[in-house]
């Protein structure tokens, strides 16, 4: 029998091994990585400077304890780059395997805007250890940081760049921060309390140009106006990865797409993770990984089961002023009435139906209090 095949050895990927090994002690399992395999929190990438954490001690453990640990074999440094689905092989670049099922949890790849200006290959994105290490060591002898992306992360990193003694500018073509998933008097109550610890904001404003004297980077914005860093990060918004997938004739549309078995358009292919699609849903976050993650180990173990998702509240981190989302299901857009109750404590924005049925939330400062008591409210996000 040839082993169960996992490709990613990010939350998804090591989640989906320790699920399957749950319930599944014997069945061979291999996970083949690009990176080295370290087991980390990703979502601690945003707020390790305030918690005093460096990429060492950000990694939980490393491959070989992995491998142990899951009793996995784990092929690290190792990039897939082709399925054969007809003969249940792949070729990596160190050689070929055979697969019984293929799991893809390939994660998303930031995505990179082509900014003019020879400044423009320096700017950095952090979406894994081996870049949170270069931030660090390029963080060491700077002071001021430009973050392109006013988005949930460009937000948190700013936020613990400024905590940590860094002069911060956050620049973006949106209204008011977190546009995308906050309504705007939420956003403007994170703004205001990141501007009151100095942050400086660029709004409604696109950058033309990222230039380098070789030793600081000018961003010359739409408009003329421009600023000077030491650094410049982007954190505008990441792309499922699903470039394998499409070249395996697997459906991708945003994500790759899967039914709720997490099972690809091509049999014994499977996916999840942030790379992933289910009912036009991309959700690259922690807790639909979790619930993904147990579906898929219990279909693998030979009892099919569709994953379903409940409310999954979403934690912004940015203690100064702290976030809860949890925006409703997008198929409620038509239907759904906000009413805002924003003061000096902070915002709770709720979202009803015309049944006066609560469909989502946001809470914001002190009102996060609230989480627990609206989350029991809501419907599932998806039965
Ligand atoms: C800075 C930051 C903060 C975040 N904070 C939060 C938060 O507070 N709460 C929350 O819910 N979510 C948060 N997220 C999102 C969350 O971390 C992700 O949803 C999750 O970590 C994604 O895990 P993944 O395993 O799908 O992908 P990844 O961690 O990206 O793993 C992908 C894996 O696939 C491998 N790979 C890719 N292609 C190949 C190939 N061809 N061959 C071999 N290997 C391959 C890679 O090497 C990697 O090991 C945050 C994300 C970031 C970037």
């Known amino acids: 029998m040839h082993p169960i095949i996992i490709i990613g050895s990010g939350l ?13 002690k014997e069945t061979a399992v291999t996970l083949i990585t690009a990176d080295d395999g370290t087991s980390y929190s990703k979502p601690m990438l945003s707020n390790a400077l305030s918690n005093q954490k460096n990429a060492a001690s950000l990694a939980m453990a490393n491959a070989e304890k992995m491998a142990n640990d899951l009793r996995l074999k784990i092929l690290t440094n190792t990039s897939v780059i082709k399925i054969n689905p007809e003969i249940n092989t792949i070729k990596t670049d160190q050689g070929n395997l055979e ?21 423009a290959r320096d700017i950095l994105s952090i979406n894994n250890l081996d870049d949170y290490r270069i931030f660090r060591e390029k963080l060491a002898n700077i002071k001021r940081v430009a973050i392109l992306g006013p988005g949930l992360i460009g937000c948190e990193f700013a936020n613990d760049l400024i905590g940590s003694g860094y002069e911060v500018s956050v620049i973006g073509p949106d209204k008011f921060p977190l546009q995308q998933m906050l309504p705007m008097e939420a956003g403007r109550a994170l703004q205001n ?13 696109l950058t033309n140009d990222i230039s380098s004297d070789g030793s600081a980077y000018t961003l010359t914005f739409e408009g003329g106006k421009s600023i000077t860093v030491d650094l410049v990060l982007s954190a505008v918004g990441l792309k499922p990865d699903t470039k394998l997938a499409a070249a395996t004739d697997i459906t991708v549309n945003r994500g790759i797409v899967v039914n709720r078995y997490l099972q690809t358009s091509v049999q014994n292919i499977f996916a999840l993770g942030d790379c992933m699609e289910v009912e036009e849903l991309v959700l690259p976050f922690v807790m639909p990984i979790m619930f993904c993650a147990r579906a898929l180990a219990s279909t693998l173990a030979g009892t099919q089961v569709q994953v379903s ?3 999954m509240p979403v934690v912004v981190k940015t203690p100064s002023h702290p976030i809860i989302s949890c925006p409703p299901h997008p198929r409620h857009e038509d239907q759904w009435q906000l009413t805002i109750d ?4 902070g915002v709770k924005a709720c979202y009803y139906d015309k049944q006066k049925l609560l469909l989502g ?3 914001t400062g002190d009102k996060i209090s609230e989480k627990q008591s609206l989350t029991k409210l809501l419907p599932s996000y998806l039965d």
Do not use: C, M
């Not at 501007?195 to 660029?202: I, N, S």
């Open 361 to 363: 939330f946001t809470l």
């Open 193 to 205: 309390a990141l501007t009151k610890l100095g942050v400086d904001w660029h709004l409604e404003t």
């Open 99 to 119: 697969y019984s099922q293929l799991v893809f949890a390939t994660g998303a790849r930031p995505i990179k805007i082509p900014f003019a200006g020879n400044g």
């Open 309 to 311: 998702f409940p409310a």
């Open 342 to 345: 924003a003061d000096k404590k």
């Open 12 to 24: 998804a990927g090591y989640t989906l091994a320790r699920e399957f090994r749950k319930l599944d």
